[in-house]
Nanobody, 118 residues
Framework: VQLQASGGGLVQAGGSLRLSCAAS????????MGWYRQAPGEKRELVAS???????NYADSVKGRFTISRDSGKNTVYLQMNSLKLEDTAVYYC?????????????WGQGTQVTVSS
């Protein structure tokens, strides 16, 4: 599975951005999709995830501001980010879990930079 992320950029605090990540067709069935982020000097952390049944999970720091959604027909996951804060600045990585028979794998996108300025 190849993941192509887009939508990052520079935005002022309080602004909005929408990230998209499209997963290529493959022998793997897509299960959960989500976004992680990594700020300089920090560990990569989960931002939000969504299962193939639509159940969502958010980091406490983004609850109420970010919304994750997916279009299963297009194998695409979105992250709508509103009320952005300086501390949201990070490289955002798309993440997908795929399964093929009994085999399960994690797949990662290349990362897209989100920079929030004051």
């Amino acid at each position: 599975v190849q993941l192509q992320a887009s939508g990052g950029g520079l935005v002022q605090a309080g602004g909005s951005l929408r990230l998209s990540c499209a997963a290529s067709r493959s022998k793997f069935s897509i299960n959960a999709m989500g976004w992680y982020r990594q700020a300089p000097g920090e560990k990569r952390e989960l931002v939000a995830s969504i299962t193939n049944r639509g159940s969502t999970n958010y980091a406490d720091s983004v609850k109420g501001r970010f919304t994750i959604s997916r279009d299963s027909g297009k194998n695409t996951v979105y992250l709508q980010m509103n009320s952005l804060k300086l501390e949201d600045t990070a490289v955002y990585y798309c993440h997908v879990t795929g399964s093929w028979g009994l085999l399960s794998r994690d797949f990662w996108g290349q990362g897209t930079q989100v920079t929030v300025s004051s």
